[in-house]
């Protein structure tokens, strides 16, 4: 105890302590944080030789964080993955925005991508667009039965469905299908040494393999998005009208009216973000597998957990920001 | 180790035709590794390499699992970076260059993987033409230069296939020609025998040696399978008759010729091509062990290397 902690309550001497160790452990933390994204991005796709160099004098350092205490150490060792782990996906994906502003550019593949992720997504999209929709209804409607405003109905299917539902349910349906299908595929071709070979080739694998899943991500969950909210309205309808007796009429105009356009900024925007974050992390996850098969697996669910997650998070801020700017 | 093998479009001579510029004369070194050093985690795994690999030289890195094999080749072709030491190909730092650079760089460079790599979602066909597609050659060049590569591991039956209806011996075969088609002056084949029976090595080896004494090729081939050093050292694709040749032209085998003549070639009694040399580097423990020509190896007290000429016999 220093002195002057003489005098302070127990509580903010451990808060002080606390402090402390996070002050003096910290330097060493974010050191460790460098010097491991530099032994990763050694087989980065990104400039590796100030890596090699860095993680060359990294070796004689690394015992000086393992000689704290052991739960410091472990602590500090997950933390300085996440931290590596964040700044090697940042790296990644900024070099993949990078590419998108000059050739050489694999329309062919990003037109397969879009026809599986697109295309390929459409029936589960369509499945659960008319369940959620027709639940919708039925969660609300008796509610609105109470006040005697059954023709609300068409109000509230279409702005929770516009605003919120469609573009964070067909994020994590997207995510579930294809971050979890980019994740495995890219993750098998890295431990069957197919990237590898693609490199000896001659051939940028971020261009070849990443930049296609990203665009056409990007481009098809809006668009499934679009659908979804419409199939999710047309399931919606069909319980109105066979629980409720609301006419098309009825529930199609209110259900269009009830919406502005920063409803549809709001609903069309999210998806470019959903799908961006969706096929970077799948993308991501696939490309630094380690450990074979097993590691395919590891990654496989990671990609869909981080994808469904971050998704998720960005769509409150995304709301909030957006709120912000329309309301 | 005499096989008969499909006659050569000699007016597709591959030698002739390479597009690619070699900044190097015949002798001088197109592969050097200065003082290289590697490491994972807490272990160093090479542990200041430097050899060379002159101009038309086929050389042989022997040695145990784990040794580093595949590690060097994949530092040659810049595919990974050494913690320190420097390796130029063709007269370039590849240890200092941007990935940017190295992409249209490795387009000089054939690699061979150790199981064969290839794009499993693309047919035989379009796992050879990748390359070719990718500098954006005319569509009826890159269907003759597919099918001449494919002749020449004898493998055109098989266009249209895909990797996985494919055996171990053929996957790597397609790999050669993969590596081949692009005509590259420099070729690096990681353990192209590695699982494979003895007749299939055999016809993988003769296909290096077609690659090097038609295409005027440069290797570095990794390998534990002492064989197969003294396969490229003892033998050599006569393009007139279209069969491979015993250098010493004795009749006998490969190894068993080559083991059983071991003082006698260690006194230089061997025929030796000498515009094709062979040389063997022993890789133990991250650091060479031995380097010299195979017939050198041959002639061996040394413990150790005995252990490992005695594992082939």
């Not at chain 1, 160790?21 to 060493?28: H, M, Q, R, V, W």
């Not at chain 1, 990644?92 to 050739?103: E, G, H, I, K």
Request: glycine letters at 8%.
């Amino acid at each position: 105890m220093l002195d002057s902690d003489v005098g302070k309550s127990d509580a903010s001497r451990f808060r002080l302590g606390t402090l402390r160790i996070g002050t003096a452990l910290a330097p060493k933390i974010f050191r460790g944080c460098l010097l491991d994204a530099a032994r990763i991005s050694r087989y980065a796709f990104v400039d590796s030789a100030q890596a090699a160099h860095s993680a060359r004098h990294a070796s004689p350092n690394m015992p000086e964080a393992s000689a704290t205490s052991s739960l410091t150490a472990v602590l500090g060792d997950v933390l300085k993955r996440q931290v590596a782990a964040v700044q090697d996906y940042t790296l990644l994906t900024v070099q993949a925005m990078r590419c998108m502003f000059s050739p050489p550019y694999y329309w062919l593949d990003t037109l397969e991508q879009m026809d599986i992720v697109g295309v390929g997504s459409l029936p589960i999209i369509i499945v659960a667009g008319l369940s959620i929709g027709g639940v919708l209804v039925l969660q609300t409607a008796a509610q609105f039965q109470r006040f005697g405003e059954t023709a609300l109905t068409g109000d509230a299917v279409s702005l929770a469905l516009v605003r919120e539902l469609g573009p964070a349910v067909t994020a994590l349906l997207v995510s579930g299908r294809n971050a979890s299908g980019m994740a495995s595929e890219l993750g098998s071709m890295v431990v069957t040494e197919q990237v590898d070979a693609m490199r000896a080739l001659g051939t940028d694998p971020i261009r070849k393999l990443m930049m296609p899943r990203v665009i056409a991500t990007v481009l098809m969950v809006p668009l499934l998005t679009v659908v979804f909210d419409f199939v999710g309205l047309c399931g919606g309808f069909l319980v109105a009208y066979s629980t409720l007796r609301l006419g098309a009429v009825q529930f199609w105009t209110r259900a269009i009216n009830s919406l502005d356009i920063g409803d549809v900024v709001q609903g069309l925007t999210k998806p470019v973000v959903f799908g961006l974050i969706i096929a970077t992390v799948g993308c991501y996850c696939g490309l630094r597998v380690r450990g074979g098969t097993q590691g395919v697996g590891r990654a496989t669910t990671t990609a869909v957990v981080i994808s469904s997650v971050c998704a998720l998070v960005a769509d409150f801020f995304l709301s909030r920001l957006l709120l912000y700017l329309f309301q | 180790m005499t096989r008969d093998v499909p006659p050569l479009d000699s007016s597709r001579n591959v030698a002739n035709t390479s597009r690619h510029e070699i900044q190097s004369v015949p002798g001088e070194a197109l592969i050097s590794l200065h003082d290289v050093h590697v490491g994972f985690e807490d272990r160093e795994v090479l542990q200041g390499i430097s050899f060379d690999v002159a101009h038309g030289e086929t050389k042989v890195l022997l040695g145990e699992t784990g040794t580093g094999k595949t590690l060097i080749m994949k530092l040659a072709a810049g595919l990974i970076q050494p913690d320190s030491g420097r390796v130029l190909v063709m007269g370039h730092d590849v240890s200092e260059m941007p990935e940017k650079e190295l992409l249209h760089f490795r387009r000089s460079i054939g690699f061979v993987f150790q199981e064969g790599a290839l794009f499993d979602s693309m047919t035989v066909s379009d796992n050879v033409s990748f390359r070719l597609r990718e500098e954006a050659m005319d569509e009826t060049e890159i269907e003759e230069r597919v099918r001449e590569a494919l002749r020449f591991v004898e493998m055109e039956h098989a266009l249209e296939k895909f990797p996985a209806d494919l055996s171990g011996g053929m996957r790597r075969r397609v790999s050669i020609a993969r590596a081949l088609v692009d005509r590259p002056p420099v070729v690096l084949y990681d353990s192209p025998t590695a699982g494979l029976d003895p007749v299939t090595s055999q016809t993988i080896i003769t296909l290096i040696l077609r690659g090097r004494d038609l295409q005027d090729v440069t290797a570095l081939l990794a390998t534990h399978r002492v064989q197969d050093a003294f396969g490229l050292a003892n033998f050599r694709f006569d393009k007139a008759s279209g069969h491979v040749v015993a250098l010493a032209g004795n009749g006998k085998s490969g190894l068993a010729q080559s083991l059983a003549e071991r003082e006698e070639a260690a006194d230089g009694g061997r025929e030796r091509n000498p515009t094709q040399p062979t040389n063997v580097l022993v890789l133990r423990d991250g650091k060479i062990y031995f380097e010299a020509p195979a017939d050198e190896l041959l002639g061996t007290k040394d413990e150790y290397l005995k252990k490992f000429l005695a594992s082939a016999e």
